[in-house]
């Protein structure tokens, strides 16, 4: 099982709220990813960063953001919580210069702003 | 911009039988991954298969295989003997040189007893 994990896994949150997500690997890698997953399961890049103090802006427009101050956290927040946030969130990290394009997931927060 | 397209948003199957998964992708770069993740019900999203564009043998796994048409631009799965165990998304998907994965839409699978 991969060493990349998500708190919390399931929120409930109510409108304007701040929330941050957790997203924590123990393997080192440089890379580490922040997906939206609709309901329908498609896959949308919304972060993503290369190492420490680096952070861009995936192909998704995302009201979130994300800091990396340390390689093996990357936690994204959401300053005013909105019913159109509700979604599961994935969080993934990859180290290429291993050799190993592997991407690890985590299982995920699944967060719901009523 | 790199794409990535499943044309297939969900099949079903009979245990046992063999069943072929589908992806194109569009890029204008020649040295770059493909991949095909699995997505389980509630489960974490774990790798299948991989195969690098400079490799011309189509990479193997097990019961997973694919059929890498470079020049057509074409990433397909075959899942060999399929196990109820297989149902779930799967997800095709891209890396280029900058190392951002793009992801297709998915495909969701049944094997169906």
């Known amino acids: 099982e991969a060493d990349i994990y998500q708190t919390p896994r399931y929120l409930v949150i109510g409108t304007g709220k701040k929330i941050t997500l957790e997203c924590s690997q123990t393997m080192g890698h440089d890379k580490m990813y922040w997906y939206q997953q609709d309901p329908g399961m498609e896959l949308h890049l919304i972060h993503y960063?290369?190492?420490?103090?680096?952070?861009e802006k995936g192909d998704l427009s995302s009201e979130s953001t994300v800091s990396r101050i340390r390689t093996e956290h990357f936690p994204l927040t959401l300053e005013s919580a909105r019913p159109s946030h509700t979604s599961q969130y994935l969080c993934?990290?990859?180290?290429?210069?291993?050799?190993?394009?592997?991407?690890?997931f985590g299982q995920g927060t699944r967060l719901t702003v009523v | 911009a790199q794409t990535v397209t499943q044309s297939q948003p969900e099949m079903s199957v009979q245990e046992a039988e063999t069943v072929t998964l589908s992806c194109t992708y569009d890029?204008?770069?020649?040295?770059?991954?493909l991949f095909w993740y699995k997505q389980p019900p509630s489960r974490q999203m774990i790798l299948v298969i991989r195969q690098e564009a400079y490799k011309q043998q189509n990479a193997t796994e097990n019961r997973f295989s694919v059929n890498f048409q470079k020049a057509a631009k074409s990433f397909s799965l075959k899942i060999s003997d399929s196990q109820l165990g297989d149902t779930a998304m799967y997800f095709c998907?891209?890396?280029?040189?900058?190392?951002?994965?793009?992801f297709g839409k998915g495909t969701r699978l049944h094997i169906l007893p």
């Open positions: 993934a990290s990859s180290d290429p210069r291993t050799g190993n394009t592997e991407a690890f």
């Open positions: 890029t204008s770069e020649s040295n770059y991954y």
């Open positions: 998907a891209f890396m280029m040189g900058d190392d951002k994965i793009i």
């Open positions: 960063s290369y190492g420490v103090n680096s952070t």
